[in-house]
């Protein structure tokens, strides 16, 4: 047996967020998304958290199991080894219900870097080329699934709302490292500034909750580089 602690808040009915708990029969690999959907189905329906892909890939249903940021659906019950499993929303966003939060703020944060490749070249016949070592500069960078473990992580978020956070700015990074995209100036002097690379203080939660393991304080770090050298041959 396994015992979810879960944070419970219905900003419209609750004054304040408070634990309930559910006692679950554990069966060999089944999944926190699992053992949340089969509270839903049998135990409590008022019970809400997103999910989507079941697969790992939609990032929605990210959550933070005993402290730590993670994907429901590809975290089984006996990977957090406890028998006491406590799951809250993540944190650094408001409280919609119970398990899910408004994601506004974050995708703010990923519109404003324009987010898709930029060109000013007139389009070729074909395909932009590109080389296989280009794409490996990138490569970790482009895994993100955008479920947000990473900024929620990252305590600037938590008192500075203006901050980009790392999801956004490892997403910049993977635009700046591409060669076909034809903006690096403009997305360099995006981040030049305390909303920005400046803003991250090297604290690294961010790398550690990935659950697509990319070392995003790694890829923040390149970003600060490409801007430091743009900054000092004047360019940014
Ligand atoms: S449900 Fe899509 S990532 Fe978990």
Known sequence: MVVLRILRYDPAEDGRPAFREYEIDA???????????????NVDPSLTFRRSCRSAICGSCAVTANGKN??????????????????EPLP???????LAVDWGPFFDS??????YLITKSPS??????QSQEIRKKYDDAAKCIMCSACTSSCPVIWTDGSYLGPAALTKVWRFVADDRDE?????????NNEKGVW??????????????????????????????????????
């Not at 650094?92 to 119970?98: A, E, Y």
């Not at 790398?207 to 995003?216: A, G, L, Q, R």
């Open 110 to 115: 990923y519109r404003a870097i324009k987010p």
């Open 183 to 191: 903006a690096t100036e403009e997305r360099l002097a995006l981040v």
């Open 70 to 87: 993670l994907l429901a659906c590809n975290t089984q019950l006996s990977d957090l080894k406890k028998k006491r499993i406590v799951l």
């Open 199 to 236: 803003r991250c203080h090297t604290i690294f939660r961010c790398s550690d909750s990935c659950p697509k393991d990319i070392d995003t304080a790694g890829c923040l770090e390149f970003l600060r580089r490409m801007v430091v050298w743009y900054s000092l041959t004047g360019r940014v």
């Open 27 to 41: 069966i060999p690999g089944m999944t926190i998304l699992d053992a949340l959907i089969h509270i839903k189905e």
């Open 124 to 129: 070729p016949e074909k395909e932009r080329i």
């Open 92 to 98: 650094g966003f408001p409280i919609l219900r119970d």
